[in-house]
């Protein structure tokens, strides 16, 4: 018990106290060194044991896979009198965890003791599939699944694990083109590709591209909503935020921190910033979300850039969290847009004496004297 639940110091006690400790008990031990990723006590406990059965070579051989240790695993795994199908899935996952993304000698050797087992189940496939998909091998991804004896609904699932992994890689890369095809090379396609793509696209500022996906997504959910409302939110775009938004609170899809936040930085595009200041007490009341700091600092940068600075340093003051630079900041900004140098250089002191240490700071204050 108290290995499963993280406590290796009490698992120790407790073993401690058994005067004459039966497999059960060493095995029990071992299990708790090796899931908590104690290596050394997990194999110090696999070396004393009197007697050991395919539990505890399981236990040490997985203790090492799951740390990429793939020369110590395959050493125990040779040890081994009796193998199961959990031995082989853990040699193939060390193999597969080793070495870097472009690292075909682990490729070949998770493939030779993949190719090697007796009998497979989908953690097998899964763990191939995906060393394949972290190494950019998609050719090979697909030359796996298509020998898949029976495509289930589990082995599908480890195959859109793979292509999620390698797709969403090249996405956040900022490659989107490439992005794109792998998306549309995709065997099957589930939400978590679908908003993949959709962030990708709206990450990199492309809007109207994001629309277009988020148009043809069958199926939606608040992570869609929200990627799609913060890239026109992102673009300047506030007439189609508003529009987005209030379609997402009709469809029932409860709004949450990151939806205000850009349905804040619309209304700013717009002009409305007292609407977006009343947004800080709507969001509460209307539909249980509370509002952070960075709601305040989005309305206070509106009423900033808007002329109404007096307004932005009192909210700034006053609201519930402590201000930091950035806050200040775009009061000092705001304050040398509207040539209000008081209003500058008391932002610029706020922030200065907020960190001392950053010159950033410093720059600002001499900007707000020098205006």
Same mark, same amino acid.
């Given at each position: ?37 104690? @290596? ?30 793939? @020369? ?21 996952? $060390? ?8 690292? $075909? ?7 030779? %003791? ?13 763990? &191939? ?65 679908? +908003? %993949?793509?959709? *962030? ?20 939606? +959910? ?7 409302? %913060? ?26 921190? %990151?939806?205000? $936040? ?33 709601? !305040? ?5 509106? &009423?900033?850039?808007?002329?109404? &600075? ?12 402590? *201000? ?18 008081? !209003? ?19 720059? &600002?204050?001499?900007?707000?004297? *020098?205006?």
């Amino acid at each position: 018990m108290y290995g499963k639940c993280g406590s290796v110091h009490d698992a120790h006690a407790s073993f401690s106290q058994i005067k004459n400790p039966n497999l059960f008990s060493w095995s029990t031990l071992l299990v708790a060194f090796a899931q908590n990723g104690y @290596l050394e006590e997990a194999k110090g406990a696999f070396d004393r044991m009197p007697q050991r059965d395919v539990v505890a070579w399981n236990s040490i051989l997985g203790a090492y896979a799951q740390n990429g240790q793939s @020369l110590e695993a395959e050493r125990f795994y040779e040890r081994m009198p009796g193998r199961d199908v959990i031995s082989a899935n853990s040699i193939v996952s $060390a193999f597969a965890r080793s070495g870097d993304p472009a690292g $075909a000698g682990d490729l070949e050797a998770a493939r030779e %003791a993949f190719d090697a087992m007796g009998e497979r189940n989908a953690v097998a496939w899964n763990a &191939l599939l995906t060393a394949y998909a972290d190494a950019a091998r998609m050719d090979a991804v697909g030359e796996v699944f298509a020998r898949m004896p029976q495509r289930d609904t589990v082995l599908h699932t480890a195959l859109l694990v793979a292509w999620n992994s390698f797709f969403t890689a090249s996405a956040q890369s900022g490659h989107l083109d490439h992005a794109k095809e792998l998306f549309d090379a995709m065997p099957g396609k589930n939400l978590v590709s679908w +908003n %993949a793509l959709l *962030a990708a696209f709206a990450r990199n500022g492309h809007a109207h591209d994001a629309r277009l996906i988020f148009d043809s997504m069958e199926e939606r +959910n608040r992570v869609s909503w929200n990627a799609v409302i %913060a890239a026109h939110a992102h673009s300047g775009h506030g007439e189609e935020v508003l529009g987005l938004f209030r379609a997402m609170v009709l469809e029932g899809v409860d709004p949450d921190e %990151a939806s205000f $936040a850009s349905l804040m930085l619309g209304f700013n595009h717009l002009g409305m910033v007292g609407v977006s200041r009343e947004h800080l007490v709507a969001m509460r009341e209307d539909f249980g979300v509370a509002p952070g700091r960075d709601h !305040y600092c989005c309305v206070a940068d509106g &009423l900033g850039k808007s002329g109404r &600075l007096g307004e932005a340093e009192e909210l700034i003051r006053t609201m519930p969290f402590s *201000a930091d630079g950035l806050a200040w900041g775009s009061l000092v900004a705001a304050g040398l847009i509207c040539l209000e140098t008081e !209003y500058a250089t008391r932002a610029a002191q706020q922030a200065v004496d907020l960190d001392p240490r950053d010159s950033g700071n410093f720059v &600002l204050l001499s900007n707000a004297h *020098a205006s």
